[in-house]
């Protein structure tokens, strides 16, 4: 079965919007994007060739503040995925209630094969493409998938060109020395581990006790990995993508992988060499091995549609808990297995959210020109996740519906009070 992201998105908004008695007014406008950006981008190749290029940005709403999400680079991109991207980052911004709205970009291009100097051309491509539609008050882009704060750095730089002045809020996750905050480069997996504690603890599960498998060893997935074993968690398997296979294998080692060693082991692909760690006395499985992991906690942090009903069965028996570090992870269809199962899932869009709450301090520091200590980022953005957890925890016990459900009607509430005070639905 072919999965459509924003299908799903829309399957899960409609279930939550009936849940919620939801009017139709807002019904209409919350169930699709508000504006959409199709274009290409020429750019000129190193081998004197010109490329072009599809790209997206796609404004899901911005009732509650500037359009904010990130921009991927992949050669599977779509329009739809993009739309589905985008109407997630409304319903994230919404749940940490940060005062920002929901935009997503992409562009089709694979940049594993193009070198520094093409992706900058891009970069620039993509901006001059699109800068009337961006702006600190308008739609703030973000790292996502295969960009950096490289990508978002060249970006900045040619809005500033257009613009003729110096904007640091156009985009966020920048580096330190241009106006970037301490800890957002781990925000997004720190904070997936802040929901997984508060879920363990409530739980009354002892984190030092449990063990997990992972999937995806790029930012998300290696900052996630990182605290959790900090906090005496034990990784006993990571799946990652190999560029040179064309394939993805899954790295275990049973007494616990050793992440930042993993992470030295990478190539300049985000591959992990094979010879190494089998050197390092990690078994080389098949990239999906680490779905039948028997381990406490499964942390989906690669790409959406990973975990389906045809494979829900390979699961094990004593996975407790699925933490959707990915967006989309896990399609729809798989909520009632996972409630049948009595496993809890952190629904993508909270359990994800790191990063936008740390975006949204980037901004706040910038704003003051001014800046915090990494002791004072984390602290803010734990206790930030910490209060939308236990927001989304609390009403999913109360009203007996999936975490998820919780999650997409608080947000729902949110992004309905603000299109009716702005007088955009009666
Ligand atoms: N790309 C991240 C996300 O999807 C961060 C977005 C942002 O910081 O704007 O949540």
Not at 141 to 158: G, K, Y
Not at 343 to 368: H, R, W
Request: with cysteine; charged share 25%; net charge neutral.
């Amino acid at each position: 079965m072919q999965y459509n992201p924003f299908e799903n998105a829309q399957a899960q908004f409609d279930k939550a919007a009936r849940e919620l008695g939801l009017d139709q007014g807002s019904r209409a406008l919350l169930r699709r994007p508000m504006k959409e950006f199709h274009f290409t981008i020429p750019v000129k190749m190193d081998d004197g060739g010109t490329e072009v290029f599809q790209a997206f940005r796609i404004k899901h709403n911005d009732a509650r503040g500037p359009a904010k999400g990130g921009i991927r680079f992949h050669p599977h991109e779509t329009a739809d995925t993009v739309r589905a991207l985008a109407m997630w980052m409304t319903w994230k911004c919404a749940v940490v209630d940060v005062p920002l709205g929901g935009g997503k970009g992409g562009v089709i291009c694979d940049p594993r094969e193009m070198s520094p100097g093409e992706q900058e051309r891009l970069c620039r491509g993509y901006v001059r493409q699109l800068y009337n539609q961006l702006g600190p008050n308008v739609d703030v882009p973000a790292p996502d998938m295969m960009t950096s704060s490289q990508h978002m750095i060249w970006m900045l730089d040619e809005y500033e060109v257009l613009m003729g002045g110096r904007y640091p809020g156009v985009v966020t996750g920048k580096p330190l020395a241009l106006g970037g905050s301490l800890g957002r480069n781990g925000a997004t997996g720190f904070g997936v581990v802040y929901c997984l504690r508060d879920l363990l603890r409530a739980e009354g599960i002892d984190i030092k006790a449990t063990t997990a498998s992972v999937q995806g060893f790029g930012n998300v997935a290696e900052h996630a990995a990182r605290l959790y074993t900090e906090l005496g968690g034990t990784v006993t398997a990571v799946s990652c993508w190999n560029q040179a296979d064309r394939r993805a294998y899954t790295f275990r080692k049973k007494e616990g992988c050793h992440i930042a060693a993993l992470a030295e082991i990478k190539d300049h692909f985000g591959s992990i060499d094979k010879t190494k760690a089998r050197a390092m006395g990690y078994e080389v499985l098949p990239g999906d091995a680490w779905l039948c992991e028997e381990a406490d906690i499964l942390i989906p942090a690669a790409l959406e549609n990973q975990i389906t009903p045809a494979v829900f069965g390979s699961i094990s028996k004593r996975v407790r808990v699925i933490c959707e570090a990915a967006n989309g992870p896990v399609t729809p269809d798989c909520d009632p297995l996972a409630l049948e199962r009595g496993i809890l899932l952190i629904p993508d869009f909270l359990c994800n959210a790191g990063g936008v709450t740390c975006s949204y301090l980037e901004q706040v520091q910038c704003n003051m020109n001014y800046f915090w200590s990494l002791e004072e980022v984390l602290e803010k953005l734990s206790s930030a996740m910490s209060k939308a957890f236990a927001a989304v925890y609390g009403l999913a016990g109360e009203r007996g519906v999936l975490m998820r459900d919780a999650a997409y009607m608080i947000a729902i509430e949110r992004v309905r009070d603000a299109v009716k005070m702005r007088g955009w639905v009666s």
